[in-house]
Nanobody
Framework: QVQLVESGGGSVQAGGSLRLSCAAS????????MGWFRQAPGKQREGVAS???????IYADPVKGRFTISKDNPKNTLYLQMNSLKPEDTAMYYC?????????????????????WGQGTQVTVSP
């Protein structure tokens, strides 16, 4: 059974940085997508960043240039480096993984492409 466990959330002031980690276990697929999503109170969940097995990446417009998604395949760990944080980045952040996909499948910010989800880690950015 696939399990995703996020860590690294916390409270920072605007302009600060955080690094989120997501440890994946029970996953034997070769080609799959992984992503970070977030949900603020009263808002819909939105895709933040996604990466495929070949480390191609895509980002949501609000985080481009500030966030970086990466992963360590041998360690089955996904990361999200968040710099220049803003109060509007405050949300619960979730790690997600897809079922096996065809080789060459491009990253996606659509939540429907993902089948496994972590419990989330809270990020709070104060002005």
């Amino acid at each position: 059974q696939v399990q995703l466990v996020e860590s690294g959330g916390g409270s920072v002031q605007a302009g600060g940085s955080l690094r989120l980690s997501c440890a994946a276990s029970g996953y034997g697929a070769t080609h799959y997508l992984m992503g970070w999503f977030r949900q603020a109170p009263g808002k819909q969940r939105e895709g933040v960043a996604s990466i495929d097995y070949n480390s191609r990446t895509i980002y949501a417009d609000p985080v481009k240039g500030r966030f970086t998604i990466s992963k360590d395949n041998p360690k089955n760990t996904l990361y999200l480096q968040m710099n220049s944080l803003k109060p509007e980045d405050t949300a619960m952040y979730y790690c997600a993984a897809s079922r096996p996909v065809l080789a060459g499948t491009y990253p996606s910010l659509e939540s429907g492409r993902y089948n496994y989800w972590g419990q989330g880690t809270q990020v709070t950015v104060s002005p």
